[in-house]
């Protein structure tokens, strides 16, 4: 994946700037899909950053040997079961999560599926992959809202996307400029993008409706994740909420059957420095790439 890197403004946090610790062991992130890959980088990551860290996985087992392998290392975490493309894992882990810590101050979406192997484009599973990970994010991020920390320390959610979903993969004009309006973009105009995409893929017309040409369900369920972060950080600017978008790359996990420029530890390194910038250098709205030398730069 080639792209082009811009300078100044746009780059937000490069790993080789200290960032000096501002939050306490108090401080609650849930990160979602951890028990292999990005997100389970991701929760030892802030575990050695000090934070509180619920790691949370769809299947027990696996869970609980990733829980295991950060103790061995000296890592402590809080393990949750949650499937995100069921709403009832999402109640009953919201009901459990709220009970044993009441609050959260930053959530990752990270969890996501693809059924394609690098050079594939099959959209056998698509309702699937939308299901996960599109809704699964959504449903997910509904259901804390209310659980979202009022301190002087904004709440974050960073949902982790791909460069695969952008804007620019698009080439139907309609939905384009649906997607571009974002005065008027809402939940329910996503909501009907990824149900025209489904009805696409039934009536097998998806090919010649200007969908992203690779990983095309893949890319459709980041697109409706890009969109909704978008609205999301829209309406919660000024309230002590900022949503942004994370792409960390090609990294070496299952989802790339082991490819990739870098690997999950590395990519976590720059995923959670972007997770806790102070408040006064926190973004909201936008959709990050990580570049060379690990810097993190805003796409939009
Ligand atoms: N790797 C890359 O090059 C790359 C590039 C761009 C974006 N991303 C994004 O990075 C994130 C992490 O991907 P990865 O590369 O680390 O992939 P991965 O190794 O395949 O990990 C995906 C994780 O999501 C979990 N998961 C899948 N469906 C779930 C569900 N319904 N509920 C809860 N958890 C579920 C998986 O659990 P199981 O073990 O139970 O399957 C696994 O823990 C994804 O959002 C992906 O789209 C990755």
Excluded at 94 to 114: K, P
Excluded at 145 to 165: E, V, W
Aim: with cysteine; hydrophobic share 40%; net charge neutral.
């Amino acid at each position: 994946m080639s792209h082009k890197e811009p300078a100044g403004d746009n780059i937000v946090v490069a790993p080789c700037h200290p960032i000096s610790r501002w939050w306490s062991k108090e401080m609650v992130a849930i990160v979602t899909g951890a028990n292999k890959g990005i997100g389970f980088a991701l929760v030892k990551q802030l575990a050695k950053l000090g934070l509180t860290v619920v790691l949370t996985a769809r299947n027990t087992i696996r869970g609980v040997e990733a829980l295991e392998s950060l103790k061995s290392e000296g890592l402590h975490v809080h393990f949750f079961s949650l499937d995100v493309s069921d709403p009832n894992s999402i109640q009953a882990f919201v009901s459990r999560f709220q009970e044993a810590f009441g609050v959260v101050d930053i959530l990752i979406n990270n969890a996501a599926v693809s059924f394609n192997n690098i050079y594939e484009n099959s959209v056998k599973e698509a309702a699937t992959v939308i299901r996960t990970n599109f809704y699964g994010p959504k449903m997910l991020t509904e259901a804390l809202l209310p659980l979202f920390r009022h301190s002087s320390a904004a709440g974050r959610i960073l949902n982790i996307s791909s460069r695969l979903g952008l804007l620019d993969k698009l080439k139907n004009p309609k939905i384009k400029e649906m997607l571009l309006d974002e005065e008027n973009l809402c939940e329910e105009k996503i909501v009907w993008m990824v149900n025209l995409f489904l009805e696409n893929v039934k009536n097998g017309t998806w090919e010649s409706q200007g969908w992203p040409q690779i990983w095309t369900d893949y890319a459709v369920s980041k697109l409706a994740l890009n969109a909704y972060s978008k609205v999301l950080a829209k309406r919660y600017k000024g309230h002590g909420l900022s949503v942004n978008c994370l792409c960390p790359g090609f990294t070496q996990t299952s989802m790339t059957g082991g490819k990739g420029a870098q690997t999950p530890d590395e990519e976590a390194v720059v995923g959670a420095r972007l997770a806790l910038l102070p408040e006064e250098e926190l973004p909201t709205g936008k959709f990050y790439v990580i570049g060379s030398n690990h810097v993190i730069y805003s796409k939009l």
